[in-house]
């Protein structure tokens, strides 16, 4: 089994930052491509950001220039560093990651999501 666990979600005012983390752990043998999305209020789940194994980043264009996707290949770990927050990025944000266990088994997993509020 794989887990990921997120991280870092909280309340900051609009133009504040924040960092959320999201770490890997159980029967991973390796990790491919990692991904974060986020769900609005009343919304569908959209996808924010994505990371290739090789480090290859991309974006959703609202987030293009604010939001930076990162990974820590030792760590397991994969970051979103959020910058100059608005309101509308209020959402509850997941990570996602494609995995190959120790099994040598094919898994695309989810976190369970950190609740990010923009708001004054």
């Known amino acids: 089994q794989v887990q990921l666990v997120e991280s870092g979600g909280g309340l900051v005012q609009p133009g504040g930052s924040l960092r959320l983390s999201c770490v890997a752990s159980?029967?991973?043998?390796?990790?491919?491509?990692m991904y974060w999305y986020r769900q609005p209020p009343g919304k569908q789940r959209e996808l924010v950001a994505a990371?290739?194994?090789?480090?290859?980043?991309n974006y959703v264009d609202s987030v293009k220039g604010r939001f930076t996707i990162s990974r820590d290949n030792a760590k397991n770990t994969v970051y979103l560093q959020m910058n100059s927050l608005k309101p509308e990025d209020t959402a509850v944000y997941y990570c996602?990651?494609?995995?190959?266990?120790?099994?040598?088994?094919?898994?695309?997993?989810w976190g369970q999501g950190t609740l990010v509020t923009v708001s004054s």
């Open positions: 996602k990651g494609e995995f190959y266990t120790l099994s040598y088994v094919y898994r695309e997993v």
């Open positions: 159980g029967s991973v043998f390796s990790i491919m491509a």
């Open positions: 990371i290739t194994s090789g480090g290859t980043a």
